[in-house]
């Protein structure tokens, strides 16, 4: 539900100058991906500018995570409103999530042997499909807290195989000089989406109720789908050839277990027992996402309880405060995208702290207005935490191995649905503004952890 601004100074988990890249990501589209970036003074759109194929991806992703933004407003909301239960938002948490530990490393090896772009269409349109469906139920009236389940269990499936492919499209797309600038305005566009969809969705959930919410996700994840032709189709042979120089020789037939996946992810794991630092900011991305992501998913219940007075008003102020988190994370990003390659180490470690701080404020504020101002500063640790972690995963993980590193950081997020449903556990017995206030605690904590073990701080 991820920022960069790249010159070639990126260091290996060795502390070594990386190896030349494996080959000039494809520009198909149109844009010299694998040229180096440009040398304008101000290259905070330089991916956008240069690398055509990146504006449709970038086009592509708005219409699906504008459907994500309004969903999360609309399902929380469903769920709290049918339900009245904490643990019920921890529950769709669950749903959502425990697919992909299932799935998700096996959806890594597809995202680096298929077509990336095939696999994100694909996804798309069966998302498409259940927002369709969820919207009929609530016009005839028929929506149960259980058709939301299997909803949310179906879309974490689908998505068990379209995030991998999602995360390892950007450096094929834009080439390895451009990763860190990419990723940041990757975050960027998804903060300006966030701007408008969680306020959108509360207003029309407000004005016109959830099933014309669930109506127009629906139609955004088509033309999500549409968008996306324009950039170039790939797969395991063409990325060969582009790392070999253009041979277009075909890779040796897989064996009945490279088929299963179970080879490829042995070698993954060999793979990282000799990149130490990858493991690190493996444990970091999973550690930090449990205690970052209780935030936007007990918002509903919280807004209700402790912020609004009603249902209608409930809905309108999540998504105000979602839209307020956006300008934050949109300013935050914005500093990203503008930095040079240097600090990644102390800028993430500083992001988790204003993170934590902010959601101990915010947990503690009962007044509308100082919760937004709150949330802003909320925003731009939220930014720098997803952007950073994610570039200093993607700048040095070999190309080989991107799709299943990426799907492991989606194993993560499976996981961390167990920690996120603890919490709202908690939330339910303690109540929300404390679970939220140990939570940000916990955040300032493990801040202060990475800065004195010193692995990550000095990191370039």
Known sequence: MSTDSGDDSHRTSTGAAPAAPEGPAPSAAGGPADGPPSERRFRTFDSLIDVPAFRWYILAMTGNWGALQMQQVARGFLAYEITGSFAALGFLELANSMPRVVLALYGGVLAD????????????????????????????????????????????????????????????????????????????????????????????????????????????????????????????????????????????????????????????????????????????????????????????????????????????????????????????????????????????????????????????????????????????GQAGRQSLVNIMIQTRVSDAYRGRVSSIMLLDDGVESLGIFGIALLAEVVGPQWALGAVGLALVGMGAFLWAARVIRDLD
């Open 113 to 380: 042997r298929l077509s990336r772009r095939a696999i994100i269409q694909t996804g798309q349109a069966l998302v498409a499909v259940f927002a369709a469906v969820i919207a009929v139920l609530l016009f005839t009236d028929n929506l149960k807290f259980e058709h939301l389940i299997f909803a949310t269990i179906a879309q974490g499936i689908v998505n068990s195989f379209v995030l991998p492919a999602r995360q390892s499209m950007i450096p094929e797309i834009v080439g390895v000089n451009r990763v860190m600038n990419a990723f940041a305005l990757n975050v960027f566009v998804l903060n300006v989406v966030r701007l408008a969809a969680p306020a959108l969705a509360g207003v029309l959930i407000a004005v016109a109720g959830p099933s014309w919410v669930f109506a127009l996700m629906a139609v955004m994840n088509v033309l999500a789908v549409l968008a996306l032709f324009p950039v170039p189709i790939t797969n395991a042979r063409t990325r060969a050839a582009l790392a070999n120089g253009g041979s277009t020789e075909a890779p040796a037939a897989p064996t009945k277990k490279d088929r299963a996946g179970l080879r490829a992810m042995a070698e993954t794991l060999a793979y990282l027992k000799t990149e130490h630092v990858l493991i690190w900011l493996l444990l970091i991305h999973g550690l930090s996402s449990t205690l970052s992501l209780p935030y936007q998913r007990l918002l509903p219940g919280f807004v209700r309880e402790v912020l609004s007075t009603d249902a209608d008003q409930a809905a309108v102020r999540i998504g105000l405060l979602l839209t307020m988190t956006a300008v934050g994370a949109l300013v935050g990003s914005l500093l990203i995208a503008s930095l040079p390659s240097r600090r990644q180490g102390k800028l993430l470690i500083a992001s988790m702290v204003i993170f934590g701080v902010a959601l101990m404020a915010f947990s503690a504020s009962e007044v509308l207005w100082l919760s937004m101002a709150i949330v802003l500063v909320l925003g731009v």
